[in-house]
């Protein structure tokens, strides 16, 4: 695994967002519910994205990718009932290939994902809504098999909890199902906005998508279609974070200003300006910048994907900040890298208490996973001296041309790949 090392740099000026890396996966994963061409645009060039072309290919599918334009097609029938577990092992999104692939196939087969560095992260809700949609689902030898059963005429599906991943596999299947399927207690993140549009462009009824009750009214078939994915708000709120947690301003473009309001209004609140723009946001540092009590929730709440960035920032804020994780309540990792680094928070709970201090030092830090990663980079540029962040690599399963991205901001790091010199 190789590193990334990092010197203390004022982040300032422009930056592109791409694609959505959480819409790209769903929306991938739903072409299999049609044999006809899905042109999906603005499909970001990452290696989980790769990881998705991957499983398509291998269950039967035709995938062009051209990572200039982002431009993907994909096309053809399934004809694998199986998914390979060295591809479900490096990427848990895959999971949602199942049921699409059941609805194709009649039966289908899936390695069970395993564990997750952010957290315990079941897929028991997905298994209890495809149950209620009239799956038989067995579990042998660490695989799960489904197979089509009968469905009720009018289904509700309550989830305990509005997960993504869940609320997405019901939603995608459901379409090719008979009668209605309501699925209650959803979860409303744009992403899953973002597939309701793609499956309704197929020829599916689906409605109800960004609030907490989705209705399905299923259909015969799905057809081809053209689609442009939204852009990435973890990634913008990624580097409007780093831009300001080194002091600096800049233009965060290709932006959607109101997927990210809980970002906004923590930020504003901790003494930054915020300026939202109709597709960008300005953000400029106040130099020094208060403590803030944060709430991780589901969407519209402050995102998981964003808990580590914004601890960061919160580390050098003047004052005694709480960040409350409800989402992923163990997603504390990056946490002993950063005390490492100097940083003064201990954790009780779920909620990570900081005392913000003057300075952050450079130290050899761990990633964990792509979000942690990602701020310990950023801590890279807040720090004094150098800091080299070790197991990178998990950077780039989530963010595009990020090395290019952060020098474009003025940022000094360097890409060692297994640790050697760039040459
Ligand atoms: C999606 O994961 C995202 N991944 C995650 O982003 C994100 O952190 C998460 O949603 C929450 O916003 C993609 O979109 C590909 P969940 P998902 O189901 O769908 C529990 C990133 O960095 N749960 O909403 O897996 C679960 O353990 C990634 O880009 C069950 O208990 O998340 C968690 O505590 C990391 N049983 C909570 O619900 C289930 O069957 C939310 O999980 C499903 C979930």
């Given amino acids: 695994m190789g590193s990334i090392v990092v010197s203390k740099s004022v982040l300032s000026g422009e930056v592109e967002v791409s694609g959505a890396k959480n819409s790209a996966l769903p929306l991938l994963a739903a072409t299999i519910l049609t044999d006809e061409e899905v042109i999906l645009n603005k499909v970001p060039h990452l290696a989980d994205v790769e990881t998705m072309f991957d499983i398509l290919r291998t269950l039967g599918k035709k995938v062009q990718y051209d990572r200039d334009s982002g431009v993907a097609r994909v096309s053809g029938a399934v004809d694998k009932a199986h998914v390979p577990y060295d591809l479900v092992r490096k990427m848990r999104a895959s999971f949602n290939v199942m049921g699409p692939l059941t609805v194709m196939l009649g039966e289908a087969s899936t390695p069970l994902p395993g564990g997750c560095a952010i957290g315990v992260r079941p897929v028991d809700y997905h298994i209890e809504g495809l149950k209620k949609l009239g799956f038989e689902i067995f579990f042998e030898h660490g695989e799960i098999r489904a197979r089509v059963g009968k469905k009720d005429e009018f289904v509700v599906v309550h989830l305990p909890f509005p997960s993504v991943g869940a609320t997405e596999h019901i939603m995608s299947v459901a379409t090719l199902l008979p009668g209605t399927t309501v699925i209650e207690n959803a979860a409303m993140e744009p992403e899953i906005v973002d597939l309701q549009d793609l499956l309704n462009k197929m020829g599916a009824r689906v409605r109800g998508a960004g609030t907490s009750k989705i209705i399905v009214e299923g259909v015969e078939k799905l057809h081809g279609c053209e689609h442009t994915i939204i852009p990435d708000r973890i990634e913008a709120g990624t580097y409007a974070i780093a831009i300001l947690s080194t002091g600096g301003e800049g233009q965060v473009k290709n932006v959607v200003p109101e997927h990210l309001d809980a970002l906004w209004s923590v930020l504003e609140r901790s003494g930054a300006y915020v300026k939202r723009g109709t597709n960008y946001v300005y953000v400029k540092s106040p130099g020094k910048w208060h403590a803030c009590d944060v709430n991780v929730l589901p969407y519209p709440g402050f995102p998981t994907d964003l808990q580590p960035q914004i601890v960061v920032y919160l580390s ?31 954790l009780k709970d779920n909620t990570l208490i900081i005392e913000g201090v003057e300075k952050l030092q450079g130290a050899t830090v761990m990633g964990t996973d792509l979000r942690a990663t990602a701020a310990l980079v950023i801590a890279g540029f807040v720090a004094e001296g150098s800091t080299e962040v070790t197991q990178v690599e998990h950077i780039f399963r989530g963010y595009e041309r990020v090395i290019e991205k952060f020098r474009g901001l003025g940022g000094v790091l360097e890409y060692r790949p297994g640790g050697v010199p760039e040459i």
Wanted: hydrophobic share 40%.
């Fill in 316 to 346: 050098t804020a003047q004052g005694t900040s709480t960040v409350t994780e409800n989402v992923f309540k163990t997603r504390f990792a990056h946490v002993a890298e950063l005390v490492r680094m100097g940083a003064n928070m201990k």
